[in-house]
């Protein structure tokens, strides 16, 4: 199973943009779904996650411009992102972390989608 993300593109600053992330196939009982992105030239950071009861968090610099949301049931995750800045520039990575039969977790990541705010 593969995860795929896509919605990535060059945006001005100010603009938005959609980010969408499903599975290939059937995941089983996931956890959290969530949104990472990597700068160039530095690690990469949590965007925001959100569980399988819908509680949602946020890194400090992007709370009140992005929003994530789920579908459980398709295993589909989004991620809106308005009022979008130079800095919000990199990589992004949806990750699905999951509970496997075996009572064990394991990490889901997508293959990462680019994200460019020219200012």
């Known amino acids: 199973v593969q995860l795929q993300a896509f919605g990535g593109g060059l945006v001005q600053a100010g603009g938005s943009l959609r980010l969408s992330c499903a599975a290939s196939g059937r995941i089983g009982t996931i956890n959290t779904m969530g949104w990472y992105r990597q700068a160039p030239g530095k690690q990469r950071e949590l965007v925001a996650t959100i569980t399988s009861r819908g509680v949602t968090n946020y890194a400090g610099s992007v709370k009140g411009r992005f929003t994530i949301s789920r579908d459980v049931a398709k295993e589909w995750v989004d991620l809106q992102m308005n009022i979008l800045k130079p800095e919000d520039t990199g990589v992004y990575y949806c990750?699905?972390?999951?509970?496997?039969?075996?009572?064990?977790?394991?990490?889901?990541w997508g293959q990462g989608t680019q994200v460019t705010v020219s200012s």
């Open positions: 990750n699905y972390h999951v509970r496997l039969p075996n009572e064990s977790w394991y990490d889901y």
